[in-house]
């Protein structure tokens, strides 16, 4: 009984020791997104996120530096008063971004009603993403 006992030990034994020396298949990497598509889907997110009230989620896609010294409250009472004509506000076009390193501008084409407007956005990368830079200096572009 020792000697099956032993025997069914060194047949486990080697078993996991050919297990474990397996090497596992190198998974296939995926390509690299596009820098100015992974822009744009970042822009048109956070105008989603603004435009129906998610200012939790818009406020994570802010730069460090952006929500540095800024109060998320107050971020939330903007991003509530947008949520309220958001459901009107078409966006036409993001145009291809100029990117500068970890630096880009994008601009946004929108219409609410009748009026059209032209607005620039600002990111940096950080963290392996990209992220919203200071919208509160957005003004409309001429």
Not at 31 to 41: C, G, K, T, V, W
Request: proline share 7%.
């Amino acid at each position: 009984m020792r000697r099956i006992a032993s025997a069914w030990l060194l047949v486990v034994a080697g078993l996991f020791l050919l297990a474990c020396s397996r090497t596992n298949p190198t998974p296939t990497p995926t390509p690299l997104a596009d820098p100015a598509d992974e822009i744009r889907a970042v822009v048109t997110r956070y105008l989603d996120a603004i435009y129906h009230g998610r200012a939790g989620e818009a406020w994570l896609m802010h730069s460090r530096a952006t929500n540095d010294g800024e109060s998320f409250d107050e971020f939330m009472a903007v991003v509530q008063a947008a949520a309220e004509i958001g459901s009107r506000i078409e966006i036409l076009e993001i145009d291809q971004p100029e990117i500068r390193g970890n630096e880009a501008s994008v601009i946004v084409v929108q219409r609410l009603g009748p009026r059209v407007s032209t607005y620039m956005f600002h990111l940096v990368y950080e963290d392996g993403v990209w992220k919203i830079h200071n919208p509160r200096d957005l003004v409309p572009q001429p």
